[in-house]
């Protein structure tokens, strides 16, 4: 083989690899995950768990002790690529798609986190896993609340990113690119993944407007029902996140046995952009 040829191989390599650095950039890390769920030998495979009122879709990674990893609002599994791929080689790390979100069955219903919190325990049932450590990032957090405040004995450790204990606890101007609708630009991103992934794609503006209406109503907890969690708690959030910086410390400052990390330069989709700044802490709270 010519040098030319071999000069132009390594050029095409170099293309094609650049090419999909571009493409896995634009897609926020999904394509590259994709690719290491099909390839790395870590995936477990996918299956419809029915709980009763809900039936969702889940996916595990990994052997050993649980994780249970929940997505936030208007996403799905894939958005947890960056702990799902950071603890898959030395946990069993369980991934499902929140009700009514992603591959989730549709529901008539509207959503409630508490309703949410009650499923994943139920999944844990499903996988006979009596406890688990629980990451939660914005409305997964959120559920993770629910979960360490409703069903104590279920949870070891968790951690929350992003979270509110209170919907008072939202910067309201950070979602009001949102107020233009389901079919508005601030919803472009949510509505490409859900009408990519859902069973009925045409539902998105009614999946929108229940968690719209979740958003503006709920959680409602307070500090005295903060106070009465006995699982170790790591709360954390950016520096820039959607989560007023004084509700946070109140979370911190409720809980018995919690800690409060802001990550300093991040904002709310750290655990999707910059999965090691926030999986660096997670590692070091689960491990002690």
Do not use: C
Not at 49 to 77: C, K, M, N, Q, W
Not at 84 to 93: H, K, N, P, Q, S
Not at 110 to 122: I, P, R, S, T
């Amino acid at each position: 083989m010519s040098r030319w040829m071999v000069g132009g191989a390594a050029a095409l390599i170099l293309l094609l690899v650049g090419g999909w650095v571009v493409v896995d950039r634009a897609g926020q890390g999904i394509p590259g995950f994709m690719v290491w769920r099909a390839l790395s030998g870590y995936a477990n495979g996918g299956e419809y768990v029915d709980l009763g009122r809900a039936r969702l879709y889940v996916e595990t990674f990994g052997e050993g002790e649980p994780l249970l990893v929940i997505h936030g609002g208007f996403s799905s599994i894939e958005t947890m690529h960056g702990q799902i791929t950071g603890f898959a080689d030395e946990r069993l790390v369980i991934a499902a798609d929140s009700r009514g979100h992603g591959r989730s069955d549709p529901f008539d219903g509207d959503l409630h986190y508490g309703d949410m919190a009650d499923d994943m325990v139920a999944l844990l049932d499903h996988f006979d896993i009596p406890r688990a450590d629980v990451f939660g990032w914005s409305d997964g957090g959120n559920i993770a609340f629910h979960m360490a405040i409703r069903h104590p004995t279920r949870v070891n450790k968790f951690a929350v990113f992003g979270s509110n204990y209170h919907h008072d606890g939202l910067i309201k101007s950070d979602i009001d690119p949102l107020t233009d609708g389901p079919e508005g630009e601030g919803a472009a991103s949510m509505r490409f993944l859900y009408r990519t992934l859902a069973q009925d794609p045409d539902r998105w503006p009614i999946f929108f407007e229940k968690t719209m209406k979740m958003w503006a109503t709920e959680p409602t907890f307070t500090d005295a029902d903060l106070a009465t969690i006995t699982a170790p708690a790591l709360i954390m959030a950016g520096e820039h996140d959607m989560i007023k910086p004084e509700h946070l410390q109140s979370t911190a400052d409720a809980i018995p046995n919690a800690r409060l990390v802001i990550l300093q330069g991040d904002d709310h989709f750290a655990p999707l952009q910059n999965p090691t700044a926030v999986n660096t802490p997670l590692r070091a709270f689960l491990e002690e």
